[in-house]
């Protein structure tokens, strides 16, 4: 069985900071990113936009 995976991009503000993921799980990850249920480094820097 072949998995689906995709690469996604969150900022912080318009030329602020980013951070770049992969997920299998993309609502899912988005919820935990906005949430602040997950890493250190996106929840220091607010990371809660999805850009891409």
């Known amino acids: 069985m072949e ?10 503000k318009r030329n602020g900071t980013i951070y770049i993921g992969v997920t299998n799980d993309l609502a899912r990850r988005i919820y935990e990113h906005r949430e602040g249920l997950i890493e250190e480094f996106t929840s220091r820097y607010g990371l809660k936009m999805i850009v891409y």
Do not use: D, P
């Open 3 to 12: 998995r689906q995976f995709y690469v996604y991009i969150m900022a912080n």
